[in-house]
C-alpha cells in the first residue's frame, strides 16, 4: 500500500471506530454527524420488499433519527468491531458485535447485530449498507411474538 492509501485506511478505521463508539453510548447525533452531506445509507436485507435506500444526509437524519422501539428495551455494555479492509482503502466491511442487559429482566446477552460496508471520504461516511441481524435482536429484546405478528399483517 502507498502512503495515501495507507493513510486513507487509518481516516476510514476512525470513522468506524467513531461509529462504534456512537452505538457504544447511544449517542444518535454523534452516529448521524459522520455521515456526508451527499451520503447514501441502505439496508439491502429486508423482508417482504425492496431494499431501502436514503440518500442525503436529512434523509438518512431522519430514518435514523426516529425512535428504535428495540434499543429502549436494551441497554447496550460494549460494542465491538471487527474491521476487513478492502482492497480500496476507503472501504472497508466491519461486523458489529453487542454486549449488554435486556431492561425489562437484567438478563446479558451477546448479539452479534450487524455487518456493514463502509465507504469513507474525507472524514465522512459517503455510502453505508447495514446488514442488520432483524431477527435476533427481535429475539433478544424478547419482542419476536410481536415481530413475527407484525410479518403476518405485513
Same mark, same amino acid.
Given at each position: 500500500?502507498?502512503?495515501?492509501? !495507507?493513510?486513507?485506511? @487509518?481516516?476510514?478505521?476512525?470513522?468506524?471506530? $467513531?461509529?462504534?463508539?456512537?452505538?457504544? &453510548?447511544? +449517542?444518535?447525533?454523534? #452516529?448521524?454527524?459522520? =455521515?456526508? *452531506? +451527499? @451520503?447514501?445509507?441502505?439496508?439491502? #436485507?429486508?423482508?417482504?420488499?425492496?431494499?431501502?435506500?436514503? *440518500?442525503?444526509?436529512?434523509?438518512? $437524519?431522519? %430514518?435514523?433519527?426516529?425512535? !428504535?422501539?428495540?434499543?429502549?428495551?436494551?441497554? =447496550?455494555?460494549?460494542? &465491538?468491531?471487527?474491521? %476487513?479492509?478492502?482492497? +480500496?482503502? %476507503?472501504?472497508?466491511?466491519?461486523? #458489529? @458485535?453487542?454486549?449488554?442487559?435486556?431492561?425489562? &429482566?437484567?438478563?446479558?446477552?451477546?448479539?452479534?447485530? $450487524?455487518?456493514?460496508?463502509?465507504?469513507?471520504?474525507?472524514?465522512?461516511?459517503?455510502?453505508?449498507? +447495514?446488514?442488520? !441481524? &432483524?431477527?435476533?435482536?427481535?429475539?433478544?429484546?424478547?419482542?419476536?411474538?410481536? #415481530?413475527?405478528? $407484525?410479518?403476518?399483517?405485513?
Amino acid at each position: 500500500m502507498t502512503e495515501a492509501s !495507507n493513510l486513507a485506511a @487509518a481516516g476510514t478505521h476512525e470513522v468506524i471506530e $467513531s461509529l462504534r463508539q456512537a452505538m457504544e &453510548t447511544g +449517542d444518535d447525533q454523534a #452516529f448521524l454527524s459522520h =455521515f456526508a *452531506e +451527499d @451520503a447514501v445509507y441502505e439496508t439491502p #436485507f429486508v423482508l417482504g420488499g425492496r431494499p431501502s435506500r436514503w *440518500e442525503g444526509y436529512a434523509a438518512i $437524519s431522519e %430514518h435514523l433519527g426516529q425512535a !428504535n422501539p428495540v434499543r429502549g428495551l436494551l441497554e =447496550f455494555t460494549r460494542v &465491538t468491531v471487527e474491521v %476487513h479492509q478492502g482492497a +480500496d482503502p %476507503h472501504e472497508a466491511t466491519v461486523q #458489529f @458485535a453487542i454486549e449488554g442487559r435486556v431492561r425489562a &429482566t437484567g438478563e446479558a446477552f451477546a448479539l452479534p447485530s $450487524s455487518v456493514g460496508v463502509v465507504r469513507v471520504r474525507d472524514g465522512k461516511v459517503v455510502r453505508y449498507q +447495514d446488514y442488520v !441481524n &432483524t431477527l435476533r435482536g427481535a429475539q433478544v429484546a424478547g419482542v419476536l411474538p410481536q #415481530f413475527a405478528e $407484525s410479518l403476518r399483517l405485513g
